[in-house]
């Protein structure tokens, strides 16, 4: 038989840092196995697309990759598996052929799997346990910043969003791991981290409530080497004072935030389960700016929610006037499968939503335009 562990495995990453991360992981694991990684998918036998699946724009684009490759093992992992083997693609075209498929709860099992090591069962993988060795952070793109994952899924339920069903409710790593994982990233030479997580300020380690997401950030920030401390994404809902003022307080702290906002409507927000009104959001970022001048905000906007009216949208408009983000994402709503938003009619015409898109970004430029004369 051939010699598995001599394959060339090529891993093409979709959607959030959160997969860059878990990728940056899956190719150490399968490094450790024996497996060469591939830095092109033409010189690779075997392909793993890490997917992405919050959007139905992002899903088409990995069958679409996928289709195209020819002759070579194709594994399907991350939230786009997890949607597939629950069905939640019934009824479209997947792509002609795939080997496996790994949800994000087995991608640990990967490396183990493809060597033949822990078998398979029609195509589908038997999870593997976790090796206590495997690296806990990775080193973003620029190498020069390692990131750590803080918690795993997201409990919150947005009613437009299928990340609490494709990665599961939250599920925080413990205090000590993630410290752990902040001195070994300073012993690589590494000194610029960047905490990950759906809802990172919602954090509490699970053997111990009382150590909040401001504990965690105090700590890290006392660890030898540590010089700057990031993380996305915080909850509006979920911030505290005590956050707040070690944004404005510690130096290690970085003062780009990145708030998602969704939309400036109430209608709107309570309909997607946000949890805040536009008044609260206002009041926080207001909070913020006080506590800390220089203080940077980026935000998410989604355009065309089932119910949104030209009014609704204007709201949106004069939120971002008000606030004067340094710089936002758009995203046109896409129905996505086991949601409750799945349950509305998605009454905006697409049309619409790519005109309000539009009319979003131009506002944006106008703004930081303004901002900066
Ligand atoms: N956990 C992060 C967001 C992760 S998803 C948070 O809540 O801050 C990234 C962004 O994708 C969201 O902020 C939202 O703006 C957008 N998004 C999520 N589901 C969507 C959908 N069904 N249609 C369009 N955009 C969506
Ligand atoms: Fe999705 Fe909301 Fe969780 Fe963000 S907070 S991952 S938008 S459910
Ligand atoms: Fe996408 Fe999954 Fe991240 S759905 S945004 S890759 S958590």
Redesign the pocket.
């Known amino acids: 038989m051939e010699d598995k562990k001599s394959q060339r495995v090529y891993v093409k990453t979709y959607g959030?840092q959160m997969n860059f991360h878990d990728s940056g992981i899956l190719r150490e694991g399968l490094k450790k196995k024996g497996f060469s990684i591939s830095s092109s998918a033409a010189e690779a036998d075997i392909i793993i697309f890490n997917t992405c699946s919050?959007?139905e724009h992002a899903e088409q684009k990995v069958f679409s990759d996928i289709g195209r490759v020819k002759g070579k093992t194709v594994v399907l992992a991350g939230c786009l598996a997890t949607q597939v083997v629950k069905g939640g693609r019934k009824g479209k075209k997947t792509a002609p052929r795939l080997d496996f498929y790994f949800t994000p709860a087995e991608l640990n099992s990967i490396p183990d799997i493809l060597a033949g090591g822990a078998g398979t069962r029609n195509g589908l993988p038997q999870p593997g346990s976790k090796n206590p060795d495997d690296a806990s952070f990775n080193r973003d793109i620029s190498e020069k910043t390692g990131t750590i994952k803080i918690s795993e899924g997201?409990g919150?339920f947005?009613s437009?969003?299928?990340?609490p069903y494709v990665r599961g409710t939250e599920k925080p790593v413990l205090f000590d791991e993630i410290i752990n994982s902040a001195k070994k990233i300073v012993k690589e030479g590494i000194n610029d981290i960047l905490l990950l997580g759906?809802?990172v300020n919602s954090y509490h380690s699970p053997d111990d409530p009382g150590k909040d997401f401001s504990y965690l950030l105090k700590s890290l920030s006392e660890i030898k080497g540590i010089k700057k401390i990031g993380f996305i994404?915080p909850?509006p809902r979920d911030f505290n004072d005590k956050v707040i003022g070690l944004i404005a307080g510690n130096d290690k702290i970085s003062k780009s935030i990145h708030l998602?906002l969704?939309s400036g409507s109430d209608k709107i927000l309570s309909s997607m389960k946000r949890g805040y009104t536009s008044k609260d959001y206002i009041a926080l970022a207001e909070r913020l700016r006080k506590a800390c001048p220089d203080i940077t905000l980026s935000t998410?906007?989604?355009v065309g929610f089932p119910g949104e009216t030209d009014e609704d949208f204007n709201m949106t408009l004069s939120l971002l006037e008000k606030i004067g983000f340094n710089s936002i994402?758009g995203?046109?709503?896409?129905?996505?499968p086991f949601?409750e938003a799945s349950n509305f009619p998605d009454d905006v015409p697409l049309e619409k939503k790519k005109e309000r898109l539009q009319v979003l970004f131009e506002k944006q430029n106008m703004i930081v335009n303004k901002n900066r004369i």
């Open positions: 959030c919050v959007r997201c919150n947005c437009y969003c299928i990340v759906q809802n994404s909850h998602p969704q998410d906007i989604i994402f995203f046109k709503y896409s129905v996505r949601t």
